[in-house]
């Protein structure tokens, strides 16, 4: 497998917008648990091999300060949706792009580089999520267009866009992302960041 220099773009939410299908089931902790997910999912992929840059999108400045405190580059997100997000923080990329989502609080370094060597063998790759119905990651070889399709059911839009879906075992920490109070329990159950355990005490 090729091992690349990857830049790996994290799109972080404002803290008004972040997780709120979580609010009723968290209440008062609602931001401090969307900082925290955030915290740990860029953390573990600062730490993955093969990773370079990490680079956070936001426009929130709470979660900016945070993450740049974690060693992540800092981006402004124009605010024009998602994808358009995630273009803007790979502008300033060279070599491999990989977006990959900032709610992935039980992410293993190790995990995400065998995702990202498998996805180096391929022009353009995604990670499904693992409800099979969105995306976790979605990555780019060196010179290809990086065309991010996330957003509802973009399992289907990053396979009709030509991207190899990877299907690989025992990556379970990438693939779950948190969406609802028991995503977050499924997430515990494989072992939570130190900066989501703190919070999930306080939720779980």
Known sequence: MQRLGWTIVVPVKTLIRAKTRLAAAVGPHREDLAVAVAADTVTAASSAEGVARVIVVTADPRPAAVLAGLGAEVVHDPDVGLNAALR??????TGAVAALQADLPALRPGE???VLAAAAEFDQA???DA???GTVLYAVRPGVPFRPRFGGESRARHL???AKELCLADVDSVRRDVDTIEDLAAAAALGLGPHTAAVARLVL
């Open 112 to 114: 995400l580089a065998r």
């Open 160 to 162: 009709s866009g030509g």
């Open 131 to 133: 409800a099979d119905v």
């Open 88 to 93: 803007a923080g790979a502008a300033s990329a």
């Open 126 to 128: 995604f990670l499904p």
